[in-house]
């Protein structure tokens, strides 16, 4: 059974940093991409970054490289998202998500919260 677990979340101050983990198992990680995406309360799901099991570089959504870092610990079988200057526009819903490729992810997290307020 796959299974995906977020943790990390939790409420920050503007300018912040916060770093998620996504613990993936039922799977080896390394033949798997990982997603992040975000969904903020009455929006869409965003696409935040996504590696690859290759050796390619990751993909970030246009509007939050920079600002967001994703990297994976294989053997350990996480993915972990830095988040940092944060804004009130980044609270959201933050969901890992994996799959064969970046464009089909088949097994999802349940999402932790990230609050950006003072």
């Known amino acids: 059974q796959v299974q995906l677990v977020e943790s990390g979340g939790g409420l920050v101050h503007p300018g912040g940093s916060l770093t998620l983990s996504c613990a993936v198992s039922?799977?080896?990680?390394?033949?798997?991409?990982i997603a992040w995406l975000r969904q903020a309360p009455e929006s869409g799901r965003e696409g935040i970054s996504c590696?690859?099991?290759?050796?390619?570089?990751?993909y970030y959504g246009n509007s939050l490289k920079g600002r967001f870092t994703i990297s994976r610990d294989n053997p350990r079988n996480t993915v972990y998202l830095h988040l940092s200057t944060l804004e009130p526009k980044d609270t959201a819903v933050y969901y890992c998500a994996a799959g064969i490729s970046c464009s089909v992810l088949d097994f999802w997290g349940q999402g932790t919260q990230v609050t950006v307020s003072s």
């Open positions: 590696s690859t099991s290759s050796s390619e570089s990751p």
């Open positions: 039922g799977v080896t990680l390394k033949d798997y991409a």
